[in-house]
């Protein structure tokens, strides 16, 4: 009987195996990414098709500077509410999970932390770092403080810490952490992350669940290309100069009917401004003044101003590329246009409109080359003898001439007047030639 033993051991260890390799973790590589519509958006999706494909859990490996609230509360009520384990783990070496992202961590089933990484630093803070107006900053924060509290209490962490990390924007490394209960254990990797995984009783939505990890595939989820494509062009600094380019292609066609190519191309970079500004917390008071510069400076080019209409544009575009994203949004300080992409658009359009408006006015100030004016001084050639009627070349035609002397063929003659098609001409003396 013993010598069976053994082998039924063997047995059920290799049967534990096979089960734990039929197992597979859904893993989303959140990697020095913000928080906005379209990542909040991708997470959310990924909770759902990985429960429905029937992953173990899903591996949410965070590293973010923060975000959009809106977004920030989409993700961490997607993962309160989820039947399946998610797991936040902080890494590689070297992450954040700062801003919003200590909510989206504090939300999870489990959290880790790899070596070298730091979480916290969560309090509210205006775009650009710019002032909030007391009673609407306090406002904020007592929101804010009541959410973090509950996730905080939901999830059995350290209540204390979390509204610290909103109050007084504390931060903590991973040991600091781990000693807070703010986590619940450090991996160095994905492998240990796993293994330490194995065995953890959660407590989801759905019930208890036991995680069988240790041998568990990891499939790794990945953007679609329109969320790459949107996440991308959802950088303010690129979506500003999409809709900067784009109204300079729009400005070109009407400037030169018929250019087609400056007007299809502005015509893209505006509707992909537009579609990225919708995921990113837009002051519409400044995109309409960044249209108003557009339309004044098309005005110049109509109406003869003097460089007023074209000031005018100027200042109406630094205040709005300001003012274009809003100061009101609490986690959204990282989301600012960066003055060297603002400074170099403004200066760039100031130095064409500039040296437009003073070559318009050269240009008025040259005497006329047409009409009537532009012949008054004009030295052509006698081309028939005047006496007092001949015919002249000037400007490459024949014309009629008339004289008060007699001019010979091949002498330079000067025009003093003119009526109709007939030329009033005087001969140039010889010093004159």
Same mark, same amino acid.
């Given at each position: 009987m013993k010598k069976y033993i053994l082998p039924f051991i063997l047995f059920l260890l290799i049967l534990g195996m096979a089960d734990s390799a039929l197992c597979w973790v859904s893993l989303l590589e959140f990697d020095n990414l913000v928080i906005n519509p379209v990542t909040s958006g991708f997470i959310t999706r990924s909770i759902t098709r990985a429960n429905e494909d029937g992953a173990e859990c899903l591996i949410i490996r965070l590293d973010t500077p923060g975000g959009l609230q809106k977004s920030m509360e989409d993700i961490y009520k997607a993962i309160l509410v989820s039947p399946l384990p998610i797991v936040v783990y902080v890494a590689p070496e070297g992450a954040q999970a700062t801003s919003a992202g200590v909510f989206i961590a504090l939300s999870a089933h489990v959290v880790a932390m790899a070596p070298t990484t730091k979480i916290g630093s969560a309090h509210p803070v205006a775009v650009g770092g710019g002032q909030m107006d007391d009673d609407v900053k306090n406002k904020i924060i007592e929101h804010t403080v009541a959410e973090v509290?509950?996730?905080?209490?939901?999830?059995?962490?350290?209540?204390?810490?979390?509204?610290?990390?909103?109050?007084?924007? *504390?931060?903590?490394?991973?040991?600091?952490?781990?000693?807070?209960?703010?986590?619940?254990?450090?991996?160095?990797?994905?492998?240990?992350?796993?293994?330490?995984?194995?065995?953890?009783?959660? #407590?989801?939505?759905?019930?208890?669940?036991?995680?069988?990890?240790?041998?568990?595939?990891?499939?790794?989820? #990945?953007?679609?290309?329109?969320?790459?494509?949107?996440?991308?062009?959802?950088?303010?600094?690129?979506?500003?100069?999409?809709? *900067?380019?784009?109204?300079?292609?729009?400005?070109?066609?009407?400037?030169?009917?018929? &250019?087609?190519?400056?007007?299809?191309?502005?015509?893209?970079?505006?509707?992909?401004?537009?579609?990225?500004?919708?995921?990113?917390?837009?002051?519409?008071?400044?995109?309409?003044?960044?249209?108003?510069?557009?339309?004044?400076?098309?005005?110049?080019? #109509?109406?003869?101003?003097?460089?007023?209409?074209?000031?005018?544009?100027?200042? &109406?575009?630094?205040?709005?590329?300001?003012?274009?994203?809003?100061?009101?949004e609490p986690f959204a300080y990282i989301f600012k246009i960066s003055w060297q992409i603002i400074l170099p658009a403004v200066l760039v359009t100031a130095g064409f409109f500039i040296l437009g408006m003073i070559l318009v006015i050269k240009t008025h100030r040259k005497k006329s080359i047409t009409g009537k004016q532009g012949l008054m001084g004009a030295v052509g050639v006698c081309e028939r003898e005047i006496n007092p009627e001949g015919k002249i070349f000037l400007h490459g035609e024949i014309w009629n001439g008339i004289s008060d002397e007699v001019i010979l063929p091949k002498e330079k003659v000067r025009v003093i007047g003119a009526e109709g098609l007939t030329l009033k001409v005087e001969k140039l003396k010889d010093k004159e030639i």
């Open positions: 509290k509950k996730i905080a209490e939901k999830r059995g962490r350290n209540v204390e810490w979390a509204e610290k990390a909103v109050r007084d924007s *504390i931060s903590s490394t991973w040991t600091e952490a781990l000693e807070q209960n703010v986590i619940d254990f450090v991996a160095e990797d994905m492998g240990e992350l796993l293994e330490k995984l194995d065995g953890m009783e959660v #407590k989801t939505e759905a019930g208890e669940r036991v995680l069988n990890t240790r041998y568990a595939e990891v499939r790794r989820v #990945k953007m679609n290309l329109r969320d790459r494509l949107l996440n991308i062009i959802s950088d303010p600094n690129i979506a500003y100069m999409l809709l *900067i380019l784009g109204f300079y292609g729009i400005f070109f066609e009407l400037s030169n009917p018929g &250019s087609i190519f400056p007007g299809v191309a502005g015509a893209i970079s505006i509707i992909l401004a537009l579609f990225a500004l919708q995921t990113l917390p837009i002051n519409y008071a400044g995109l309409l003044l960044i249209l108003l510069a557009l339309v004044l400076f098309i005005l110049e080019v #109509k109406v003869v101003s003097y460089g007023i209409l074209s000031i005018g544009g100027i200042i &109406s575009m630094l205040i709005g590329s300001i003012m274009l994203i809003d100061s009101a």
